[in-house]
């Protein structure tokens, strides 16, 4: 489903602003519920890859008074904003029954007399009844264990007791979707074809089967044109129904209608005693304790729920009915419910949670009875279509159902589910969540749990994250997955769903061996396929995979520790921990004294994680090395290409930085003390692609470092005398540190613009650390500032002071700001730099780390560890997040909002693109604290060209593999210049020194010379100088791209000084008219590189 469209969302805010009344807040102040609710009112949410968007408070107000009213204003716009768009999203949802529905109702009809004039069969045997199908060539769907060819009971078949529609086509809650829907028609079969202990052991469901079969042998022999299959309702391999698929073309096809017809045997709940089916009950016994009393066996609470809930299709259409009465926004929180359940990916399918729109209606419909304190209701029937579903949100967020269940007309509190939440309805006998298994609804609270975070922010509208993004993705939920094969464990079991019971055992298995390690294991089962209702005929849907996918929440502080600990030695748990530990249980003594059992991983191993280890160790020790060997582990691989850690591989160079500052500051000779040494370098902030000093001998690209003095009225008032001063001070420092052993030099740059800065000190120490020390003085940026005002200074003067100014700002200001947020939170979230990292070498990998500085590359990963819950604790979701985040980013019309900013931020951005509207000087905007504007890293990149392609390529990225990822195609530029090896930016070896200094490391002079040295760039940098306005490069340091500007290869009239090599048209009548002359801007190109080209490669004439 599409979001609103702009046009839409800024006539809602322009509504919003102008409105002169305060927005009254819904809901009923004399009940208590309703009053939390109210209080809240009706406000968003949204979750991890949205666009931050609305209106912020500010960040500074002068009073508490005055940031209470600010949030007051902010918090009544974002609940009107939100309250439009979720009117807008039901309007978009609903179903208009008359126009669509007519075909389907039609053939609805049609199959209820073809129904209806099946003939009546009694006790046919099993030998009977498999005879008459494989006659008519009809498949029964027997579940496991068909019944024997010795079996007593018979197989009977009459009309109907009753046939109607139910399912949230008969409440009116389909929703508009683009798979379709179905509508479900439930037969109820007469109790007669029944007797009183066919509950027992699978003959219900064999006599069920049976039924179905002869309702399909019947539609399959009509005239109706259906394709006709079998599938397990909801998954439930004991519950097999019929699926009918319009046949396209036909007269009686329902195409149009965007819908399937579920047929589905049931009965009255009279059929069987529910008391003999309670959850404690049994009612599969073996073959030799048939006569046995089922208390004395264990109980098979699913197989019994199975049964049960066959029986309460129109009771709950009935509950439903009287919900939807007596609350006006029932069906429309029902709606909402059901959008946000399926972008999560739940649904009522045992494979998919168990919880769908079905058990979220009857939840609510329960819970509008009951389920609060003192037998209150929870839900009010006053409340608002939002306020029920975020009321719905609270309760599954805050109440574990597991530990604390929900009973309803229950005499006995001593209900008990087994291995997952109970919300049990007495009057049916009924647990209405026998579905989800107990890793299916932690997943489900903590969705709700995030998405109720994100609907209470007073201040940022998350609609689209709540109700229109897609979130059901594996790779961006999870911070690790394993693919476990199963397919040889099924055989082993001979219960009710094998299936189950396996990934049951693999979940307490896994559970016991992570520990705290995770925070959450999901397991995704696979899906089970339609199978033909004809002997041997084809599937309607391919087989499915064989493997359990375990998804998992990692603690990061935990997940990487060597050793687990267990119980002291002697201890009455030690047994137990050495069985299921095997050989990896060892009694170790600690440097407390203490003698601990304990289990101890590698951590050397870079390719693979030690929960992977855990997992895959688990797999063989209890279902072999066939199926542990198969294990599949997605998430190292994304790890594994940035060296396999975080902020810790950077030690080496925070060290050697820590050392200079120390040298720095006890420099003595200086004319004025040193007040602040600050990082402004990649590489100090555990940000840079390739890691500093990982190799013995390499020489580090040098860290930019700025030094700021106290202040002093010495300092001159004239940028240019500054910038001398500033030489002076270097020069000073390099004759001091040159004294203390340390190899300095001094380097010019800006040579053409006096007012930027004019010098920097390049520092290498002996371990091969190198910094590039530039001084930062205040009064630079008022001398600037101040000529900015003087409206004599115009043309390219200003247009220099103003690019002064911005790097000045970027340089000392803003850069070292930056540099200690990434460093802090580098150390707040271990997984946010190799996150980074991998961001970059993707970006370098598309050639595109030129346009995309690593300032902005930082920025866009930060936002999705700070602005999603829970951030992220893999490499493997801190990258495919952040990709998701820019595939989804309008960054045309929206800032990228990171932290807390003021509302004046907002008002700057749509003041930037009201100035700028072919958006030629800023992009993309990222605002943080820092920086409110948000422009401070953008304004030299990406250009709106680039940015489109960068959120192309991570949509394509998004859902591909790892390896794919990273390959880049050059068939989209026009021409590609291939660069000598040589002169590329490998890592400087040594090779041999003759200074002192040098000689333990092996850092020769020669490499000295080439410290910063980057030959591609600086050759990128000149080509982009003279040729910047003709062509658009790319380049990932061994390449060069090139796309010839549009603008510049149409032609144009003759006229002086076009800026650009020219030839007259050579096709066409006006010969007046000039082209750009390609071939020779590329031998101007060829003969510029001169030897460090390989070649240029032509791609597009």
């Given at each position: 489903?599409?979001?609103?469209?702009?046009?839409?969302?800024?006539?809602?805010?322009?509504?919003?602003?102008?409105?002169?009344?305060?927005?009254?807040?819904?809901?009923?102040?004399?009940?208590?519920?309703?009053?939390?609710?109210?209080?809240?009112?009706?406000?968003?949410?949204?979750?991890?890859?949205?666009?931050?968007?609305?209106?912020?408070?500010?960040?500074?107000?002068?009073?508490?008074?005055?940031?209470?009213?600010?949030?007051?204003?902010?918090?009544?716009?974002?609940?009107?904003?939100?309250?439009?768009?979720?009117?807008?999203?039901?309007?978009?949802?609903?179903?208009?029954?008359?126009?669509?529905?007519?075909?389907?109702?039609?053939?609805?009809?049609?199959?209820?007399?073809?129904?209806?004039?099946?003939?009546?069969?009694?006790?046919?045997?099993?030998?009977?009844?498999?005879?008459?199908?494989?006659?008519?060539?009809?498949?029964?769907?027997?579940?496991?264990?068909?019944?024997?060819?010795?079996?007593?009971?018979?197989?009977?078949?009459?009309?109907?007791?009753?046939?109607?529609?139910?399912?949230?086509?008969?409440?009116?809650?389909?929703?508009?979707?683009?798979?379709?829907?179905?509508?479900?028609?439930?037969?109820?079969?007469?109790?007669?074809?029944?007797?009183?202990?066919?509950?027992?052991?699978?003959?219900?469901?064999?006599?069920?089967?049976?039924?179905?079969?002869?309702?399909?042998?019947?539609?399959?022999?009509?005239?109706?044109?259906?394709?006709?299959?079998?599938?397990?309702?909801?998954?439930?391999?004991?519950?097999?129904?019929?699926?009918?698929?319009?046949?396209?073309?036909?007269?009686?096809?329902?195409?149009?209608?965007?819908?399937?017809?579920?047929?589905?045997?049931?009965?009255?709940?009279?059929?069987?005693?529910?008391?003999?089916?309670?959850?404690?009950?049994?009612?599969?016994?073996?073959?030799?304790?048939?006569?046995?009393?089922?208390?004395?066996?264990?109980?098979?609470?699913?197989?019994?729920?199975?049964?049960?809930?066959?029986?309460?299709?129109?009771?709950?259409?009935?509950?439903?009915?009287?919900?939807?009465?007596?609350?006006?926004?029932?069906?429309?929180?029902?709606?909402?419910?059901?959008?946000?359940?399926?972008?999560?990916?739940?649904?009522?399918?045992?494979?998919?949670?168990?919880?769908?729109?079905?058990?979220?209606?009857?939840?609510?419909?329960?819970?509008?009875?009951?389920?609060?304190?003192?037998?209150?209701?929870?839900?009010?029937?006053?409340?608002?279509?939002?306020?029920?579903?975020?009321?719905?949100?609270?309760?599954?967020?805050?109440?574990?159902?597991?530990t604390n269940p929900l009973l309803f007309d229950v005499e006995s509190e001593s209900v008990r589910w087994p291995n997952?939440?109970?919300?049990?309805?007495?009057?049916?006998?009924?647990?209405?969540?026998?579905?989800?298994?107990?890793?299916?609804?932690?997943?489900?609270?903590?969705?709700?749990?995030?998405?109720?975070?994100?609907?209470?922010?007073?201040?940022?509208?998350?609609?689209?994250?709540?109700?229109?993004?897609?979130?059901?993705?594996?790779?961006?939920?999870?911070?690790?997955?394993?693919?476990?094969?199963?397919?040889?464990?099924?055989?082993?079991?001979?219960?009710?769903?094998?299936?189950?019971?396996?990934?049951?055992?693999?979940?307490?298995?896994?559970?016991?061996?992570?520990?705290?390690?995770?925070?959450?294991?999901?397991?995704?089962?696979?899906?089970?396929?339609?199978?033909?209702?004809?002997?041997?005929?084809?599937?309607?849907?391919?087989?499915?995979?064989?493997?359990?996918?375990?998804?998992?929440?990692?603690?990061?502080?935990?997940?990487?520790?060597?050793?687990?600990?267990?119980?002291?030695?002697?201890?009455?748990?030690?047994?137990?921990?050495?069985?299921?530990?095997?050989?990896?249980?060892?009694?170790?003594?600690?440097?407390?004294?203490?003698?601990?059992?304990?289990?101890?991983?590698?951590?050397?191993?870079?390719?693979?994680?030690?929960?992977?280890?855990?997992?895959?160790?688990?797999?063989?020790?209890?279902?072999?090395?066939?199926?542990?060997?198969?294990?599949?582990?997605?998430?190292?691989?994304?790890?594994?290409?940035?060296?396999?850690?975080g902020a810790g591989l950077f030690q080496p160079t925070m060290a050697a930085f820590e050392k200079l500052v120390e040298?720095?500051?006890?420099?003595?000779?200086?004319?004025?003390?040193?007040?602040?040494?600050?990082?402004?370098?990649?590489?100090?902030?555990?940000?840079?692609?390739?890691?500093?000093?990982?190799?013995?001998?390499?020489?580090?690209?040098?860290?930019?470092?700025?030094?700021?003095?106290?202040?002093?009225?010495?300092?001159?008032?004239?940028?240019?005398?500054?910038?001398?001063?500033?030489?002076?001070?270097?020069?000073?420092?390099?004759?001091?540190?040159?004294?203390?052993?340390?190899?300095?030099?001094?380097?010019?740059?800006?040579?053409?613009?006096?007012?930027?800065?004019?010098?920097?000190?390049?520092?290498?120490?002996?371990?091969?650390?190198?910094?590039?020390?530039?001084?930062?003085?205040?009064?630079?940026?008022?001398?600037?500032?101040?000529?900015?005002?003087?409206?004599?200074?115009?043309?390219?003067?200003?247009?220099?002071?103003?690019?002064?100014?911005?790097?000045?700002?970027?340089?000392?200001?803003?850069g070292p700001l930056h540099a200690q947020e990434v460093q802090k939170l580098s150390h707040r979230f271990p997984a946010?730099?190799?996150?980074?990292?991998?961001?970059?070498?993707?970006?370098?990998?598309?050639?595109?780390?030129?346009?995309?500085?690593?300032?902005?590359?930082?920025?866009?990963?930060?936002?999705?560890?700070?602005?999603?819950?829970?951030?992220?604790?893999?490499?493997?979701?801190?990258?495919?997040?952040?990709?998701?985040?820019?595939?989804?980013?309008?960054?045309?019309?929206?800032?990228?909002?990171?932290?807390?900013?003021?509302?004046?931020?907002?008002?700057?951005?749509?003041?930037?693109?009201?100035?700028?509207?072919?958006?030629?000087?800023?992009?993309?905007?990222?605002?943080?604290?820092?920086?409110?504007?948000?422009?401070?890293?953008?304004?030299?990149?990406?250009?709106?060209?680039?940015?489109?392609?960068?959120?192309?390529?991570?949509?394509?990225?998004?859902?591909?593999?790892?390896?794919?990822?990273?390959?880049?195609?050059?068939?989209?530029?026009?021409?590609?210049?291939?660069?000598?090896?040589?002169?590329?930016?490998?890592?400087?070896?040594?090779?041999?020194?003759?200074?002192?200094?040098?000689?333990?490391?092996?850092?020769?002079?020669?490499?000295?010379?080439?410290?910063?040295?980057?030959?591609?760039?600086?050759?990128?940098?000149?080509?982009?100088?003279?040729?910047?306005?003709?062509?658009?490069?790319?380049?990932?340091?061994?390449?060069?791209?090139?796309?010839?500007?549009?603008?510049?290869?149409?032609?144009?009239?003759?006229?002086?000084?076009?800026?650009?090599?020219?030839?007259?048209?050579?096709?066409?009548?006006?010969?007046?008219?000039?082209?750009?002359?390609?071939?020779?801007?590329?031998?101007?190109?060829?003969?510029?590189?001169?030897?460090?080209?390989?070649?240029?490669?032509?791609?597009?004439?």
């Amino acid at each position: 489903m599409a979001p609103a469209t702009k046009k839409r969302r800024t006539e809602i805010e322009k509504e919003d602003e102008e409105a002169e009344a305060k927005a009254t807040i819904g809901g009923l102040s004399s009940e208590e519920e309703a009053e939390a609710i109210s209080k809240e009112d009706d406000v968003g949410g949204r979750t991890f890859e949205a666009k931050s968007k609305k209106r912020k408070t500010p960040q500074h107000p002068s009073s508490e008074q005055e940031k209470a009213q600010a949030v007051s204003e902010s918090y009544e716009s974002k609940s009107s904003v939100f309250r439009m768009e979720t009117e807008e999203l039901l309007s978009e949802l609903r179903v208009d029954y008359r126009k669509r529905m007519a075909p389907v109702e039609k053939m609805l009809h049609r199959l209820k007399n073809i129904i209806d004039e099946i003939p009546r069969k009694t006790d046919a045997t099993i030998d009977e009844v498999e005879g008459e199908m494989r006659e008519r060539k009809i498949h029964i769907p027997f579940p496991e264990p068909r019944p024997g060819a010795d079996i007593k009971y018979k197989f009977s078949y009459e009309k109907p007791a009753y046939m109607n529609i139910a399912g949230s086509y008969a409440l009116k809650t389909v929703a508009k979707q683009h798979e379709g829907f179905a509508i479900d028609l439930i037969l109820q079969m007469p109790p007669t074809i029944f007797q009183g202990k066919d509950y027992l052991n699978h003959r219900y469901f064999h006599k069920r089967a049976y039924y179905l079969a002869t309702i399909a042998r019947a539609v399959q022999d009509s005239e109706l044109d259906l394709q006709l299959s079998y599938a397990d309702l909801h998954d439930d391999p004991l519950r097999p129904i019929i699926v009918a698929a319009p046949s396209s073309g036909s007269e009686t096809d329902f195409t149009a209608s965007k819908c399937l017809i579920r047929i589905i045997p049931a009965v009255s709940k009279n059929t069987f005693s529910v008391s003999k089916l309670c959850p404690d009950r049994n009612a599969v016994r073996p073959l030799s304790e048939r006569d046995t009393a089922s208390c004395s066996l264990p109980p098979t609470p699913r197989y019994n729920s199975s049964i049960l809930a066959d029986t309460t299709y129109f009771e709950h259409l009935a509950q439903l009915h009287e919900a939807s009465s007596e609350a006006k926004a029932f069906k429309d929180a029902c709606l909402l419910g059901r959008t946000w359940l399926k972008q999560r990916g739940f649904s009522s399918n045992i494979n998919q949670g168990g919880f769908g729109h079905a058990e979220w209606s009857i939840l609510m419909s329960l819970l509008l009875k009951g389920g609060g304190s003192k037998g209150s209701s929870v839900l009010v029937k006053g409340y608002s279509n939002y306020q029920m579903f975020k009321a719905m949100l609270q309760f599954l967020a805050t109440r574990d159902l597991i530990t604390n269940p929900l009973l309803f007309d229950v005499e006995s509190e001593s209900v008990r589910w087994p291995n997952g939440p109970n919300v049990f309805d007495g009057k049916i006998g009924l647990n209405i969540l026998f579905k989800m298994t107990e890793w299916g609804y932690r997943l489900l609270k903590h969705e709700a749990e995030i998405t109720l975070k994100l609907l209470s922010d007073p201040v940022i509208d998350h609609f689209e994250e709540v109700f229109l993004y897609k979130l059901d993705d594996p790779c961006l939920k999870f911070d690790a997955l394993a693919y476990i094969p199963i397919s040889e464990c099924l055989n082993k079991d001979n219960g009710p769903n094998p299936l189950l019971s396996f990934s049951q055992k693999l979940y307490d298995m896994l559970s016991t061996g992570l520990t705290d390690r995770a925070k959450l294991i999901h397991l995704t089962l696979p899906f089970t396929s339609a199978q033909s209702i004809r002997v041997g005929g084809i599937n309607l849907s391919p087989a499915p995979t064989r493997q359990i996918i375990a998804g998992l929440l990692l603690d990061a502080a935990q997940c990487n520790r060597a050793v687990d600990h267990g119980p002291p030695a002697g201890h009455k748990d030690g047994a137990s921990y050495r069985v299921f530990w095997g050989d990896k249980a060892e009694l170790r003594r600690f440097k407390d004294g203490s003698i601990l059992e304990s289990v101890v991983w590698g951590t050397k191993d870079l390719k693979q994680s030690i929960p992977n280890q855990i997992i895959q160790y688990l797999v063989i020790k209890n279902f072999g090395d066939e199926i542990g060997s198969c294990v599949k582990f997605i998430g190292d691989e994304y790890a594994s290409a940035v060296g396999g850690g975080g902020a810790g591989l950077f030690q080496p160079t925070m060290a050697a930085f820590e050392k200079l500052v120390e040298e720095l500051r006890n420099l003595e000779g200086l004319p004025l003390a040193i007040r602040q040494v600050s990082p402004a370098a990649p590489a100090l902030r555990y940000s840079s692609v390739e890691v500093p000093l990982f190799s013995s001998g390499q020489l580090m690209q040098p860290a930019d470092v700025v030094v700021q003095f106290e202040s002093s009225g010495r300092w001159p008032d004239d940028l240019i005398a500054i910038q001398k001063t500033k030489i002076a001070f270097l020069l000073k420092m390099s004759e001091l540190l040159e004294k203390a052993g340390v190899v300095t030099r001094i380097g010019l740059e800006n040579i053409d613009y006096p007012a930027m800065n004019s010098a920097f000190l390049e520092v290498v120490c002996c371990e091969g650390s190198a910094f590039r020390i530039r001084i930062y003085h205040d009064r630079e940026q008022t001398l600037l500032e101040r000529q900015l005002l003087n409206k004599d200074i115009l043309g390219k003067k200003r247009d220099e002071i103003t690019a002064a100014l911005s790097e000045h700002r970027r340089r000392f200001i803003i850069g070292p700001l930056h540099a200690q947020e990434v460093q802090k939170l580098s150390h707040r979230f271990p997984a946010l730099s190799p996150s980074i990292r991998l961001l970059k070498k993707w970006f370098q990998a598309h050639l595109l780390s030129r346009e995309i500085s690593e300032e902005l590359a930082e920025l866009m990963t930060i936002r999705t560890f700070v602005a999603t819950s829970p951030p992220p604790n893999s490499v493997m979701s801190g990258f495919l997040r952040t990709l998701h985040f820019i595939s989804l980013w309008d960054w045309r019309a929206e800032p990228a909002i990171i932290g807390t900013v003021a509302k004046s931020t907002l008002e700057t951005f749509d003041a930037i693109r009201r100035s700028d509207p072919a958006m030629n000087r800023h992009v993309m905007v990222i605002p943080t604290e820092y920086d409110p504007t948000g422009t401070t890293f953008t304004e030299f990149g990406p250009r709106k060209v680039v940015a489109a392609r960068v959120t192309a390529l991570a949509r394509s990225a998004v859902g591909a593999s790892f390896k794919n990822m990273f390959i880049s195609s050059t068939k989209d530029y026009d021409f590609v210049i291939h660069i000598d090896p040589k002169y590329t930016l490998p890592g400087i070896r040594s090779k041999g020194s003759k200074f002192k200094n040098l000689q333990k490391t092996g850092i020769a002079p020669q490499d000295i010379a080439k410290l910063g040295l980057n030959i591609p760039e600086t050759f990128v940098n000149e080509l982009n100088g003279i040729y910047g306005d003709t062509i658009i490069f790319f380049t990932d340091g061994n390449i060069i791209a090139g796309l010839w500007n549009p603008s510049s290869v149409s032609g144009r009239r003759w006229k002086v000084n076009i800026p650009y090599s020219t030839i007259p048209q050579t096709r066409g009548s006006d010969e007046n008219v000039l082209v750009l002359n390609k071939k020779s801007i590329l031998n101007e190109i060829s003969r510029l590189g001169g030897e460090i080209l390989a070649k240029i490669e032509i791609i597009k004439q």
